[in-house]
């Protein structure tokens, strides 16, 4: 069975760090393309950064320069540094994977697997 677990998420201030990981069982880290969606109270998910297997990566433009993605295949584990934070990065952070080509990856697209999420939450 494929499973996501997302860890990492909590309360931090304005300026912060967290480090989000993504463990991934099954067949899912054979998957092309992962990435990391949120969803803040009220809104809709959105795409924060994609990875594709041979390590080119996307990151919306909220994010770019405070955020990194990257991919342990060893340890077949996800992950999202976020440094600089701030309160309206607080959202419910989801780990999904999919087999999307470069071209469709780098544009958050072809997701299959998702997690169940960890909450982020940033204060002023």
């Known amino acids: 069975q494929v499973q996501l677990v997302e860890s990492g998420g909590g309360s931090v201030q304005a300026g912060g760090s967290l480090r989000l990981s993504c463990a991934a069982s099954?067949?899912?880290?054979?998957?092309?393309?992962m990435g990391w969606f949120r969803q803040a109270p009220g809104k809709q998910r959105e795409p924060v950064a994609t990875i594709d297997r041979n390590g080119a990566t996307a990151y919306v433009d909220s994010v770019k320069g405070r955020y990194t993605i990257s991919r342990d295949n060893a340890k077949s584990t996800l992950y999202l540094q976020m440094n600089s934070l701030k309160p309206e990065d607080t959202a419910m952070y989801y780990c999904?994977?999919?087999?999307?080509?470069?071209?469709?990856?780098?544009?958050?697209?072809?997701?299959?697997?998702w997690g169940k999420g960890t909450l982020v939450t940033i204060s002023s």
């Open positions: 099954g067949t899912t880290f054979t998957r092309s393309c």
């Open positions: 999904a994977a999919g087999n999307s080509g470069p071209y469709s990856c780098a544009r958050y697209a072809g997701m299959i697997d």
